[in-house]
């Protein structure tokens, strides 16, 4: 598929967005257009694989099957191969022709039905090895809220004008490379962020933002084991760290139920296998979920500042995750936590990077001392990217990356970038953006090493104990520009010029003041 046509896909996809704008609020349509393209793309590999199967048969198209023992030998074979199944009945193409029907013999609501189908996609998964990855997947699509029209009637006309409109594009399944409309699906995902205000961050970390960190750690490598990320939100990153590198396992933990939801349909959407991806929902900190596993990759954009529990849970400071650092992160401030948590999981040969407020770097008490651990004695900090401010959803805040290795090749310095200043993003709309240069200059630099003028700088380990492990970027990058020498001189001759032109002006109003016979206003 073409640039064009990955355009054209996009744009078909947000215009049911534009349909029912001012109808419904955005996060509601959102979660009901992401969740039948969900519905469209399961019917559609389901046509597919039947299809196929059905090859040399009497009946060969699967809509058209209607005998038992083919059915059960199609259903068993596609939970295997896709994790789920469906009968030709319950095709989204044919849920589409029943909500348009124009007889009297034939009724046009299909809201029970089409619940029923929604619930058998996760009940066929019962008992198998897809189970967990579909279990209750379609929660937030309720076909009975009055959120999405006060009447049944209301409600039955809006989702058939939603299946209606998806029914009429091509996702070309059969023609197209598996990621595209996975990426399509991002697109919306993000167009959807872009106008969810606060609450955006919380399930979509900007594409170029995800870039840099899945660029960062597959540095070197062209295939990664395991990726992991604890705070994962609609999975975009643990998706981006793929186009950079071949990964065999992808590892997830999301607090938010929708997000998770999201989350793992945006896995299968990518075409990745059931087998391949294990994304659970839970507390990262308080239930971490994957406790025993260490990956090779770890990328991350965690709620900043969070609060968790410290202290006040007496468990945290026997966990090893948190408990060797000396001190435990503040209830109010929990991104110490979420690193070192990370840091836990981060294999031997493994990077991990990212995002954190710039407090991190700075703030003392506890978060200094233990900052002053992962450097001094584990030596497990290898680069602090400053980034741009205003380049999150939700957040004008200033941010940073992070990049951890427990086993550095270059043991005796870390790399400081720059990145904030102008020149190293551009402006779109109320938000700034990094474009495909910022990135690669950010990469390069890390990879390469480079100390560059008013950017960059490769700073030894001595010198930042000398700053009591203070990583306050403008310590290490000096991006002060000098003023052009003034000519005091000339300033002064052009000050005496003023003072002149002045008194004259004045003496000019105080004469015409007397001939009007009016008092000087000075």
């Not at 996009?10 to 979660?31: C, F, H, M, P, V």
């Not at 507390?283 to 990956?295: A, C, I, Q, Y």
């Amino acid at each position: 598929m073409s640039e064009d046509q990955k355009k054209i896909l996009e744009t078909q996809l947000w215009g049911i967005a534009n349909l029912l704008r001012g109808k419904i609020s955005a996060d509601d349509y959102r979660d009901y257009i992401l969740g039948f393209i969900f519905y469209k793309y399961l019917s559609e590999k389901q046509y597919l694989y039947a299809n196929e199967l059905l090859e040399g048969e009497k009946i060969t198209d699967y809509r058209k099957l209607k005998d038992q023992e083919s059915l059960d030998a199609i259903k068993e074979e596609s939970l295997l191969k896709l994790g789920y199944f469906l009968t030709p009945d319950q095709l989204f193409s044919v849920m589409v022709e029943r909500g348009n029907a124009d007889t009297e013999e034939e009724s046009d609501y299909i809201l029970e039905d089409l619940t029923a189908v929604l619930n058998h996609i996760e009940q066929s998964t019962m008992g198998t090895e897809s189970e967990d990855d579909f279990n209750a997947l379609f929660e937030d699509l309720d076909l009975n809220s009055s959120k999405i029209g006060r009447t049944v009637g209301a409600r039955n006309e809006i989702i058939v004008k939603i299946l209606t409109h998806l029914d009429k594009i091509d996702f070309k399944l059969k023609d197209i490379e598996s990621d595209v409309l996975g990426d399509a699906y991002e697109y919306l995902i993000a167009k959807f962020a872009a106008g969810g205000g606060k609450s955006a961050g919380e399930f979509y970390t900007p594409q170029q933002v995800s870039k840099i960190l899945a660029k960062l750690v597959t540095t070197g490598k062209k295939k990664i084991k395991t990726v992991y990320d604890p705070t994962c939100g609609s999975g975009s990153l643990l998706l981006r760290v793929a186009k950079e590198a071949k990964v065999g396992e992808y590892f997830g933990q999301e607090l938010t139920r929708t997000t998770y939801n999201l989350a793992r349909m945006n896995m299968i959407l990518h075409d990745v296998h059931f087998r391949s991806f294990n994304i659970v929902q839970d507390d990262t900190l308080e239930n971490p979920r994957h406790l025993d596993m260490r990956f090779e990759a770890i990328v991350a954009n965690p709620p900043f500042s969070a609060h968790w529990k410290g202290k006040d849970n007496p468990l945290n400071s026997t966990d090893e995750r948190f408990s060797q650092y000396g001190r435990l992160a503040p209830k109010t401030k929990a991104d110490y936590a979420f690193l070192t948590h990370m840091l836990y999981h981060l294999a031997d040969n493994g990077i991990m990077a990212s995002v954190f407020p710039h407090g991190v770097l700075f703030r003392g008490a506890a978060e200094g001392t233990i900052r002053e651990y992962i450097i001094k004695e584990m030596n497990a900090l290898d680069a602090v990217i400053g980034l741009p401010a205003n380049i999150f959803y939700g957040t004008s805040i200033p941010t940073c990356i992070l990049v951890l290795k427990k086993c550095r090749k270059q043991d005796d310095n870390i790399v400081f970038i720059d990145a904030s200043g102008e020149g190293n993003f551009i402006k779109e709309g109320n938000q700034n953006a990094l474009r495909n240069e910022d990135v690669e200059r950010i990469v390069k630099t890390y990879q390469n090493r480079e100390s560059i003028d008013k950017y960059s700088n490769v700073v030894s380990l001595t010198e930042i104990a000398e700053n009591d492990y203070n990583l306050n970027i403008p310590r290490y990058v000096d991006t002060f520009e000098e003023e052009e020498p003034v000519n005091l001189e000339l300033v002064s001759k052009e000050l005496k010029s003023i003072d002149k032109e002045l008194l004259e002006t004045n003496s000019k109003i105080s004469s015409f003041c007397k001939e009007l016979n009016i008092q000087t206003p000075f």
